[in-house]
């Protein structure tokens, strides 16, 4: 089993940044493709960014595209999401999500995920 815990939330204005931690404990965590998803006040949780087991291959969604960067450092069992000029729009609930193994089965999708973090909250203020 996978535990994992989100951090780094917060209130920020727009244009800011923030950088958000995910540690994985309970197994190997390098055996594990992760992803970023996240949700907004009534509607459905999005694809936000995914990243291989070795970092090598790393995709995100059109909306953070050029804004926001996914990584991981599997020394530490971490994956990051760092989010750079903030819109009032990413406003969400942020979750960390993993694979049950190295590789996507369908990375954008949340099915493709057993594992999940609590999440942590995004405020982006205008």
């Known amino acids: 089993q996978l535990q994992l815990v989100e951090s780094g939330g917060g209130l920020v204005q727009t244009g800011g940044s923030l950088r958000l931690s995910c540690a994985a404990s309970?197994?190997?965590?390098?055996?594990?493709?992760m992803g970023w998803f996240r949700q907004a006040p009534g509607k459905e949780r999005i694809f936000v960014a995914a990243?291989?087991?070795?970092?090598?291959?790393?995709y995100h969604a059109d909306s953070v595209k050029g804004r926001f960067t996914i990584s991981r450092d599997n020394a530490k069992n971490t994956v990051y999401l760092q989010m750079n000029s903030l819109k009032p729009e990413d406003t969400a609930v942020y979750y960390c999500?993993?694979?049950?193994?190295?590789?996507?089965?369908?990375?954008?999708?949340?099915?493709?995920?057993?594992?999940w973090g609590q999440g942590t909250q995004v405020t982006v203020s205008s």
């Open positions: 309970g197994r190997t965590f390098s055996n594990n493709a």
């Open positions: 990243i291989s087991w070795s970092g090598g291959i790393t």
């Open positions: 999500a993993a694979s049950a193994s190295r590789y996507f089965t369908n990375y954008g999708n949340t099915a493709g995920y057993p594992y």
